[in-house]
Structures are given as structure tokens and as C-alpha cells.
């Protein structure tokens, strides 16, 4: 038994190693291209700046108080929205995921807006709420809650009927049949819908600040494009493509502990 279950670790193993290869090889090819456009001279000077020049911008960056600053504000922004969106998103799905005749009223709204692009709501968002945080927020709370609730919604849909009707016949609460039966099988449809929904509700935050504010990362990078700072630009879009990254896995690392615990 033990052997076979070396085999085939190992027999597993090869693939992962193989993806990773593939995945490492592919940033490569990305970085030369991109290094080879700054140095050929084709675009006009700085369009592309160098890795080495882009380096030195992200050094720079990390060493100013205001780019914390920045960042602090844009992330608390973004928090907020993912959980005020998220949150409204959850119950909502749940509800039309539940309720069939809720599903056939009000769903097909929530597709037809979903795909809307949120920014063409901001100058509503602005006479609500001023220009301050708080319609940036809401725009990002607008973006976050459609893919939250429709995923909610199919999760909803998906979970086998049987496992309602055996809880029904152990003569389970409405407790007991939430967390034996409904959050287990919401747990990926949930992570799908935060993952989803943290990344329209930075997208439209970003978008947001580049419209109308003084502070914020998308305030910074508008600013920097403006002033034709480019290294500045690129930089700040890296911390913000690390950080997007690293907030996506650290979400799929969560819904893989929960699993894990309930096995």
C-alpha cells in the first residue's frame, strides 16, 4: 500500500512539476519580449521602459510614506466594498437560489446588469454619496455584488436534493441542515463569488479614483500617466498585480483549510 502510494504521488507529481515549468517559462518569454520592445527603439522613449528602470521605480515607491498611505486608502476602500457588496451578494443569492418564484422575478435583472459596465453609474454614485471614499466604495460595492449573488444563486441550485431530503427525514433543524448540508455545498460556489467579486470591486475602486479623487493607488497611477512618469506607473501597476495574486490564492487557500477541516 505504501509503495503504491508513492507511485503514485509520484505519477501525480510530474504534471504539477511540468505546469510549473510551463507557467515559469511563459513569465520568462513575457519579461524578454517586453525587454526587447524597450530596448529596439520602436516605441517612443519611456512607453516601455526598461526592467531595470521599472526596478528602480518599484524601489523608489517602496521607500515614499505616501504610497503606504495611498495603498492603505485603496485597500480599505476596496474591503469595504467587498464586504458590503459581498455581503448583500450572499443573502441574495441565497434567497434566489431558494425561492424559485424570486429566482424567475428578479434573476434575469441581475443578468442583464451584471455584464453593464459600473462606471457609467459614478456620476450617480457621486451626487449620493460626494466625492469622497464613500462613492468609490459604492462603486466597488455595486461591481462586487452581481457576481456574488449569481454564483451564490447556481450554488444554490446545484446542491443534491437527496442530502435536503435526508436531513428532512433525521428531523433536523434549520441549523443543523445550514451547516451539514447547505454550507458545505456553497463552500466553492462562495469562493468562487469572493474571488469574482474582489476583482470588479477593484476594478471599479481603481476606476473610481482615476475619475475624481486626490488620494488612492488609481489616483496615483492617473497621476503618473498624466506627468508621463511611466516607471512610476508601471511600478505601482506590479504592486498592484502581486498583491491581486496574492489575495486570490490566500482566498483559495482558505476555502481549501475549511475543506480540510471538515473532512
Known amino acids: 500500500m505504501a509503495a503504491t502510494g508513492r507511485l503514485t504521488h509520484k505519477a501525480g507529481a510530474s504534471p504539477i512539476g511540468a505546469v510549473t515549468l510551463l507557467r515559469i517559462a511563459i513569465v520568462v518569454a513575457m519579461l524578454i519580449v517586453w525587454e526587447t520592445l524597450s530596448r529596439s527603439g520602436w516605441l517612443y522613449r519611456d512607453v516601455i521602459p526598461s526592467l531595470l528602470t521599472i526596478a528602480k ?71 449620493w454619496f460626494g466625492v469622497g471614499p464613500e462613492s468609490k466604495v459604492a462603486l466597488g460595492t455595486l461591481s462586487c455584488f452581481f457576481p456574488a449573488a449569481l454564483s451564490v444563486a447556481a450554488g444554490m441550485r446545484q446542491i443534491d436534493k437527496v442530502l435536503i431530503r435526508v436531513s428532512k427525514s433525521f428531523r433536523a433543524n434549520t441549523w ?40 488612492g493607488i488609481g489616483f496615483q497611477i492617473i497621476n503618473a500617466y498624466s506627468t508621463f512618469d511611466m516607471p512610476r506607473m508601471y511600478a505601482m501597476l506590479v504592486v498592484l498585480f502581486v498583491l491581486a495574486i496574492g489575495v486570490n490564492a490566500l482566498i483559495g487557500r482558505l476555502g481549501g483549510l475549511s475543506s480540510i477541516r471538515r473532512v
Open 57 to 127: 521605480a518599484l524601489a523608489d515607491l517602496f521607500t515614499q510614506r505616501g504610497f503606504y498611505f495611498d495603498l492603505g486608502v485603496t485597500a480599505a476602500e476596496i474591503a469595504a466594498a467587498l464586504a458590503i457588496g459581498g455581503g448583500f451578494g450572499l443573502l441574495a443569492g441565497l434567497l434566489l437560489g431558494a425561492n424559485r418564484f424570486l429566482s424567475k422575478a428578479f434573476e434575469s435583472y441581475l443578468y442583464y446588469l451584471g455584464p453593464t459596465p459600473k462606471i457609467i453609474f459614478f456620476p450617480v454614485m457621486i451626487m
Open 176 to 215: 443543523q441542515t445550514v451547516m451539514k448540508i447547505y454550507l458545505p455545498a456553497m463552500r466553492h460556489p462562495i469562493i468562487n463569488g469572493v474571488r469574482l467579486g474582489f476583482g470588479v470591486a477593484l476594478i471599479g475602486t481603481l476606476l473610481a479614483e482615476t475619475k475624481l479623487s486626490n488620494k
